[in-house]
């Protein structure tokens, strides 16, 4: 097969799937999901013995009792299940898989190696009952290749939405960098025209106090610069950061997420209230953290904060629930396990979230900050049929969402429903 000169390598991987790939899941003119329990996001209440009509990929009508599917349609019997929203998450890294080579994968992986890690790390995301994510900071190409491909049907994954590569202000391993406003507003409007739907900024560097990172290494006008540049084009600006100072300098510059938020306090949670930024608490990452605590290697201070670190993931998002603050589920998965993003959940319970609080946080909630939530989040008529079905009632039992059995996205079944 021919390609032009400037096709890249991960371009001819997007074609190449699309030609050898088969379509993935079925499809009917139209599927009848009868469910047992159907959790309504929108009201915050369950409803019994429901019939939720799917026609192109869209919920056509959700009525009351078991509506008999017409000839011709697919009939899915989830009569002893409990039906609700495909799940969201706003913090992944799909094409990084933490572990002993991952710098060296960052020095030696090309593109379309990556491209690959990722292919198999959407399928896992999806079949975990994440139908949505975002991903924020993965190499341009790869990732949006993989979004697009996935978008187009050639492979199966969720709807992503992506940062690509973060903006830093010294071009850290992994980001872009820019320096003074007048640059960082190029780079910004460079970064979305080649396809960026969020724009991600690493403002301290470093992911523990221990490690010495300043509060940041913008300037206030470069990274309000960056703010202003991607709200002029319909984006919203994530922030990597942990310590207090850090994230109350990104909130005065009000950017639209705080991601980790690992030493929050109320001053920053009155911050949180005035710019209606959204707290994103990856509260997963922890566990990460504890691991390199156990290496008898690492430096005391660094080994004394990371043992800690769930602790004070959780107290933090505790903290920003009592203070009102809107709070996304986000998972960090790639530095923790993909697959394993719905542990997110009973850590959101643990910080004092309700279990419809904590699916909310998941579904539309996550939708609305991510800017979907006219498309997905809830299971409403008129909206993507974005479905999962569980044993169990996770009103009651939060953790049965570990083991999600039926999958929908967008009216095609990738798991379950036989």
Same mark, same amino acid.
């Given at each position: 097969?021919?390609?032009? *000169?400037?096709?890249?390598?991960?371009?001819?991987?997007?074609?190449?799937?699309?030609?050898?790939?088969?379509?993935?899941?079925?499809?009917?003119?139209?599927?009848?999901?009868?469910?047992?329990?159907?959790?309504?996001?929108? @009201?915050?209440?369950?409803?019994?013995?429901?019939?939720?009509?799917?026609?192109?990929?869209?919920?056509?009508?959700?009525?009351?009792?078991? @509506?008999?599917?017409?000839?011709?349609? %697919?009939?899915?019997?989830?009569?002893?299940?409990?039906?609700?929203?495909?799940?969201? &998450?706003?913090?992944?890294?799909?094409?990084?898989?933490?572990?002993?080579? $991952? %710098?060296?994968?960052?020095?030696?992986?090309?593109?379309?190696?990556?491209?690959?890690?990722?292919? !198999?790390?959407?399928?896992?995301?999806?079949?975990?009952?994440? $139908?949505?994510?975002?991903?924020?900071?993965?190499?341009?190409?790869?990732?949006?290749?993989?979004?697009?491909?996935?978008?187009?049907?050639?492979?199966?994954?969720?709807?992503?939405?992506?940062?690509?590569?973060?903006?830093?202000?010294?071009?850290?391993?992994?980001?872009?960098?820019?320096?003074?406003?007048?640059?960082?507003?190029?780079?910004?409007?460079?970064?979305?025209?080649?396809?960026?739907?969020?724009?991600?900024?690493?403002?301290?560097?470093? $992911?523990?106090?221990?490690?010495? @990172?300043?509060?940041?290494?913008?300037?206030?006008?470069?990274?309000?610069?960056?703010?202003?540049?991607?709200?002029?084009?319909?984006?919203?600006? *994530?922030?990597?950061?942990?310590?207090?100072?850090?994230?109350?300098?990104?909130?005065?510059?009000?950017?639209?997420?705080?991601?980790?938020?690992?030493?929050?306090?109320?001053?920053?949670?009155?911050?949180?209230?005035?710019?209606?930024?959204?707290?994103?608490?990856?509260?997963?990452?922890?566990? !990460?953290?504890?691991?390199?605590?156990?290496?008898?290697?690492?430096?005391?201070?660094?080994?004394?904060?990371?043992? %800690?670190?769930?602790?004070?993931?959780?107290?933090?998002?505790?903290?920003?629930?009592?203070?009102? !603050?809107?709070?996304?589920?986000?998972? &960090?998965?790639?530095?923790?396990?993909?697959?394993?993003?719905? %542990?997110?959940?009973?850590?959101?319970?643990?910080?004092?979230?309700?279990?419809?609080? @904590?699916?909310?946080?998941? $579904?539309?909630?996550?939708?609305?900050?991510?800017?979907?939530?006219?498309?997905?989040?809830?299971?409403?008529?008129?909206?993507?049929?974005?479905?999962?079905?569980?044993?169990?009632?996770?009103? *009651? &039992?939060?953790?049965?969402?570990?083991? !999600? &059995?039926?999958?929908?996205?967008?009216?095609?079944?990738?798991?379950?429903?036989?």
């Amino acid at each position: 097969m021919f390609f032009p *000169a400037k096709a890249t390598v991960a371009k001819v991987l997007a074609v190449a799937l699309s030609v050898s790939t088969p379509a993935w899941g079925a499809q009917a003119s139209s599927t009848y999901i009868h469910a047992g329990t159907l959790i309504d996001v929108d @009201a915050k209440k369950s409803r019994s013995n429901q019939t939720i009509i799917v026609s192109n990929g869209m919920i056509e009508d959700i009525v009351n009792g078991y @509506a008999e599917a017409p000839d011709g349609a %697919q009939a899915v019997d989830l009569k002893n299940a409990t039906v609700l929203p495909g799940l969201i &998450d706003a913090h992944v890294h799909l094409l990084m898989n933490l572990g002993p080579d $991952t %710098q060296m994968k960052a020095l030696t992986q090309n593109d379309s190696e990556a491209t690959l890690d990722g292919v !198999v790390n959407a399928r896992t995301t999806l079949m975990a009952g994440f $139908t949505t994510v975002q991903d924020l900071g993965s190499r341009n190409e790869s990732i949006f290749a993989l979004r697009d491909a996935i978008a187009k049907g050639q492979v199966p994954g969720p709807r992503i939405l992506a940062s690509g590569e973060a903006i830093s202000a010294n071009g850290e391993e992994g980001s872009v960098g820019c320096s003074g406003a007048d640059e960082c507003r190029r780079v910004t409007r460079a970064h979305i025209t080649a396809g960026a739907d969020v724009i991600k900024t690493a403002i301290s560097g470093g $992911t523990l106090i221990s490690m010495g @990172a300043p509060p940041s290494r913008f300037t206030a006008e470069e990274l309000r610069a960056i703010v202003e540049t991607a709200e002029s084009m319909n984006r919203k600006v *994530a922030v990597h950061a942990h310590g207090i100072e850090a994230i109350k300098f990104a909130l005065k510059q009000n950017v639209h997420s705080i991601e980790h938020g690992t030493y929050l306090d109320d001053e920053a949670v009155a911050l949180f209230r005035k710019s209606g930024a959204v707290l994103v608490p990856t509260m997963m990452a922890g566990q !990460v953290m504890e691991a390199f605590a156990a290496n008898p290697m690492a430096p005391p201070a660094f080994r004394e904060e990371a043992s %800690q670190f769930t602790a004070r993931l959780v107290a933090a998002a505790a903290r920003a629930k009592r203070g009102g !603050v809107t709070i996304a589920l986000g998972t &960090d998965v790639g530095a923790a396990v993909h697959g394993d993003n719905a %542990q997110e959940l009973p850590l959101l319970v643990r910080a004092g979230l309700t279990p419809m609080e @904590a699916l909310r946080a998941g $579904t539309i909630i996550a939708a609305t900050h991510l800017g979907v939530d006219k498309l997905t989040g809830s299971l409403k008529k008129g909206k993507a049929a974005d479905i999962i079905a569980v044993d169990g009632d996770p009103l *009651a &039992d939060i953790s049965v969402l570990l083991d !999600v &059995d039926f999958v929908m996205k967008g009216g095609v079944v990738y798991k379950g429903g036989q």
